[in-house]
């Protein structure tokens, strides 16, 4: 309990709310770092695993390197990238690069995934039916699968999003700025003030996350699918079969 | 650093019973972790299954404590327990509890509920009901979920190896290379987790196989 009020009293001293190590920057660094990496994989992930749950292609493929991915630790990655950016890189080797590249790389198996479920989840008598009314393949995509898909898709992000803040924490080790550095230091300077403040504020970061994607995630889904009201909707079929996706 | 090449294979050749023992103690350190979570969690379920209410707060408070990233929680814990085993043990048991709990939930949830009216009307008692019916018809779900707390454990033993040099397993050589820059020491732990990931993984796919005969039997059945 004294931990608890000692790292409340930390970060309501007005001194660690400004200048470089202080709590507005950092998180601003966190954010920003976590921010870059989850668009990235947006952009990689998502097309792939829509055109994948569409066409059915690759789908084995996609699934099997998406498990694998998900078997390599990011402090494994991140190290794993270290040793070649930094011989690329001398400015941003040692910490940015490792750190984005690994967050990228953790983001895009469940974004990947939970695309490719959705599609996939979606009635094919829908399917059908619409191409029975003449629409093509890509009006197929976007007006009946994307947006039947959406919840699931957005669950995929959901996940990633929250696993790529909490993550972002491990960029410290090498040195890179974010929330972890309350971490890193307060256990080096066995300074535990710091380090449970620093736990307090990712913590609530990666809690805050996860909530604003469920409201985002309820907007996102169209009436219809709401009214059916059975199960959340973001769970159907995404129970884990043979190693399959968690969506959380 | 850049005049040393990537990867020494002759520090390697020279430090294979180190390697050895690293993944022994990595193995060991993620095992504990494992059981310990499957019975806690095996309880919690069990719970569920008596008081199905129970399942939003539990499966709710098991996800907050996901969400925590592990190095937070390890390091939380370092003022409170030390620099112990049960600092490394606390966090990694913690985190498959979510894991298993979804899995084997939703376990007993697939079993139909025309089998269970059916074991009713035969007259089992609930434990014998348990036992006979829906742990077996669970069990492929179980044991996914085994799969995905083991492969995910193996994965933050790594991580563990920040708060001493004892808890970590693999996780040593990647600090150790990353502290020191040499790299060979970063790709031998990186390697060989991911490499211990995947080779229990295909051992409990081995074991799924052989503790749902027929599941197999279905399949080829479909097959013919």
Redesign the interface.
């Known amino acids: 309990m004294d931990l608890l009020f000692g790292a409340l009293g930390w970060l309501a001293d007005p001194a660690h709310w400004a200048g470089q190590d202080g709590i507005p920057t950092r998180l601003f660094e966190h954010v920003v770092i976590s921010a870059a990496s989850i668009v990235v994989a947006i952009a990689i992930a998502l097309p792939i695993g829509l055109w994948i749950g569409h066409t059915g292609r690759f789908a084995f493929l996609a699934v099997n390197l998406a498990n694998v991915g998900r078997a390599i630790p990011s402090y494994g990655a991140m190290a794993m990238i270290w040793p070649v950016s930094l011989a690329i890189s001398p400015e941003y080797g040692l910490s940015l690069i490792p750190t984005f590249g690994a967050m990228t790389l953790l983001a895009i198996p469940p974004i990947m995934v939970n695309a490719f479920a959705g599609i996939r989840e979606v009635d094919r008598d829908l399917v059908e039916a619409a191409r029975g009314m003449g629409m093509r393949e890509r009006q197929i995509l976007g007006r009946i699968e994307v947006p039947l898909a959406l919840p699931v898709a957005i669950g995929g992000i959901r996940t990633a999003a929250v696993q790529v803040v909490a993550t972002t924490t491990l960029g410290a080790v090498l040195g890179l700025g974010g929330l972890g550095r309350y971490l890193i230091d307060g256990i080096a300077r066995r300074d535990f003030e710091r380090l449970w403040a620093g736990v307090i504020l990712v913590a609530g970061l990666a809690i805050l996350t996860e909530v604003a994607i469920a409201l985002i995630q309820r907007r996102m889904t169209s009436r219809g699918l709401k009214l059916r009201g059975d199960r959340p909707i973001r769970e159907a079929g995404l129970v884990p079969r043979g190693g399959g996706e968690i969506a959380a | 650093?850049?005049d040393r090449p990537?990867v020494d294979w002759a520090w390697i050749g020279d430090h294979l019973d180190d390697i050895a023992s690293r993944t022994v103690q990595h193995l060991a350190i993620a095992g504990m972790a494992v059981a310990a979570g499957f019975v806690l969690a095996f309880v919690l379920a069990l719970a569920i299954r008596r008081w199905p209410r129970l399942d939003g707060p539990i499966v709710g408070v098991s996800?907050?404590l996901?969400?925590?990233?592990?190095?937070?929680?390890f390091?939380?814990l370092?003022?409170?327990t030390g620099v112990s085993l049960l600092t490394a043990e606390i966090p990694l048991t913690i985190y498959t509890l979510?894991?298993y709990i979804?899995?084997i939930v939703?376990g007993f949830r697939?079993v139909p509920a025309d089998t269970l009216e059916a074991a009713d009307a035969m007259g089992f008692t609930s434990g014998r009901r348990l036992q006979e019916i829906e742990l077996p018809l669970a069990l492929?779900?179980i044991i996914?979920?085994v799969?995905?707390a083991s492969?995910s454990t193996?994965?933050?033993v790594?991580?563990a190896a920040?708060?001493g040099d004892n808890y970590g397993g693999l996780?040593f050589f990647?600090?150790d290379?990353?502290n020191t820059f040499f790299?060979t020491k970063?790709?031998v732990?990186?390697?060989m987790?991911?490499a211990l990931?995947?080779v229990v993984?295909a051992l409990l796919?081995g074991l799924e196989r052989r503790a749902t005969p027929w599941a197999r039997a279905r399949a080829t059945r479909a097959v013919a």
């Open positions: 650093m850049p990537l996800g907050i996901y969400t925590i990233p592990s190095l937070a929680l390091a939380a370092v003022p409170v979510l894991i979804r899995n939703a697939a492929p779900l996914a979920g799969r995905l492969v193996i994965g933050l790594v991580v920040l708060i996780g990647i600090r290379g990353i790299p970063v790709y732990g990186a390697v987790s991911v990931a995947l993984d796919v």
